[in-house]
T-cell receptor, first 115, second 112 residues
Framework: GAVVSQHPSWVICKSGTSVKIECRSLDFQATTMFWYRQFPKQSLMLMATSNEGSKATYEQGVEKDKFLINHASLTLSTLTVTSAHPEDSSFYIC???????????FGEGSWLTVV | GDSVTQMEGPVTLSEEAFLTINCTYTATGYPSLFWYVQYPGEGLQLLLKATKADDKGSNKGFEATYRKETTSFHLEKGSVQVSDSAVYFC???????????FGQGTTLQVKP
């Protein structure tokens, strides 16, 4: 079946540095991908909608200059956390929409720890 | 705005017990409703879904019925197993955009 892969699964970075997380749809083309953030013991919150070939649409309260999203191809979206701070430590998970319907597949998620 | 509320966990059950995890929602229009499961160390997997009122989604012995009159989508399973231990998320999609609004998640622990 369809698979969405995220990389890296775990990343530790120093405060002030930037880190990139990749989300790939392995066997289908995804014109739309979504990035969510999950704090410990809390729900997933949608950060932004990533559209191939155009700018991402950010949810209210999400800093677009801090969380850079690029969707350069139909199978890859990247989330870059710039100038990371400890409060950015979280579980980031992407999903990809197959075709124009409501079939959504989630990646495995990426744990980011900023020290 | 649209929202999803789940019962707080953790829910701890013995093997073969009956499971209910409550989920209610608030939405304009007619959303699609979903249950996702997150096993330890893994991403989210779609467990089941329902797209219109009175639909029943089912998978792996789990089922949930879309109740428009009570705006609910409670998850049930007649006999849980240890392998069902995971976090369960109720979610809705209020438009054909692929965006999902999640509940806070309910941790299920099943003991042998």
């Amino acid at each position: 079946g369809a698979v969405v892969s995220q990389h890296p699964s775990w990343v530790i970075c120093k405060s002030g540095t930037s880190v990139k997380i990749e989300c790939r749809s392995l066997d289908f083309q995804a014109t739309t991908m979504f990035w969510y953030r999950q704090f410990p013991k809390q729900s997933l919150m949608l950060m932004a909608t990533s559209n191939e070939g155009s700018k991402a649409t950010y949810e209210q309260g999400v800093e677009k200059d801090k969380f850079l999203i690029n969707h350069a191809s139909l199978t890859l979206s990247t989330l870059t956390v710039t100038s990371a701070h400890p409060e950015d430590s979280s579980f980031y998970i992407c999903s990809a929409r197959q075709g124009g319907g409501n079939t959504i597949y989630f990646g495995e998620g990426s744990w980011l720890t900023v020290v | 705005g649209d929202s999803v509320t789940q019962m707080e966990g953790p829910v701890t059950l013995s093997e073969e017990a009956f499971l209910t995890i409550n989920c209610t929602y608030t939405a304009t229009g007619y959303p699609s409703l979903f249950w996702y499961v997150q096993y330890p160390g893994e991403g989210l997997q779609l467990l089941l879904k329902a797209t219109k009122a009175d639909d029943k989604g089912s998978n792996k012995g789990f089922e949930a019925t879309y109740r428009k009159e009570t705006t609910s989508f409670h998850l049930e399973k007649g006999s849980v197993q240890v392998s069902d231990s995971a976090v369960y998320f109720c979610a809705l999609s209020a438009s054909n955009t692929g965006k999902l609004i999640f509940g806070q998640g309910t941790t299920l622990q099943v003991k042998p």
